[in-house]
């Protein structure tokens, strides 16, 4: 168990930051967030939005967000997301941190504020991708979805073969739109990504596989939008 020593800056920056989440909660919010089955520990229901608000009042700073994330409530989680700096944001913190994201929406908010900006990011991204476990494993592919053009053909080819051999969860519908939406955007990289996603994914056009055709499907309505294909293929 880590201690952290009292500090009277760092307590006040604190404080002032809870105090401002408690005057913007809403209560009908978090109810209906649970209802959706996005579950915390603690949630006050306050927006994304107001959330950013709050964090542009204050510098990123790795000893805030650090207290804030060990809080453990939803929007001190999310806070600490936006004002982690990312130079001190080190592997072993961001698969601690990643460990603990549980539901998509911290998931989301993780990737987004944080983890697209990391000098790793692309190592991390695969090495999520390849874990067995469906959070993990929904980590990676929702921070795919956001540095699809740091990823390079070599990587891409890697993840389609991951998504291809493994044992996916059919009834994890999370993770296969994931997978999915990260496939399209991938062909968003050029024309010899695109249509390379499109020929590993074409053979499961007609799959009995729900997962696999629904992949090969948002592939193609990428692809149509884009120009490559046209509708009657």
Not at 44 to 73: C, F, P
Not at 109 to 126: F, K, V, W
Not at 212 to 221: D, G
């Amino acid at each position: 168990m880590k201690y952290i020593l009292s500090d009277p800056t760092l307590d006040l920056q604190i404080s002032k930051i809870r105090r401002q989440i408690v005057l913007s909660m809403n209560g009908e919010v978090s109810a209906s967030m649970k209802n959706h089955g996005i579950v915390y520990a603690k949630n006050y229901g306050v927006s994304i939005i107001r959330l950013r608000e709050i964090a542009k009042t204050t510098d990123k700073n790795h000893d805030v967000a650090q207290r804030l994330w060990m809080t453990n409530i939803r929007e001190t989680l999310i806070m600490a997301t936006l004002l982690q700096p990312e130079q001190t944001f080190t592997k072993e913190l961001a698969l601690q941190w990643q460990s603990k994201c549980d539901n998509i929406e911290l998931i989301e908010q993780a990737c987004i504020n944080l983890y697209q900006h990391l000098d790793y990011a692309s190592e991390i991204c695969l090495q999520f991708i390849s874990s067995d476990d469906i959070k993990q494993k929904t980590f990676g592919f929702t921070l795919a979805l956001w540095i699809y053009d740091k990823l390079t053909f070599e990587d891409i080819i890697t993840i389609t073969e991951e998504i291809i051999t493994s044992q996916l969860s059919l009834d994890d519908v999370v993770l296969m739109n994931k997978i999915a939406q990260s496939c399209a955007k991938f062909t968003r990289k050029d024309e010899e990504t695109a249509m390379y996603i499109f020929e590993s994914f074409k053979v499961y056009a007609d799959s009995e596989l729900s997962s696999l055709k629904h992949i090969y499907q948002t592939i193609s309505q990428e692809l149509i939008f884009l120009g490559y294909i046209t509708d009657d293929v």
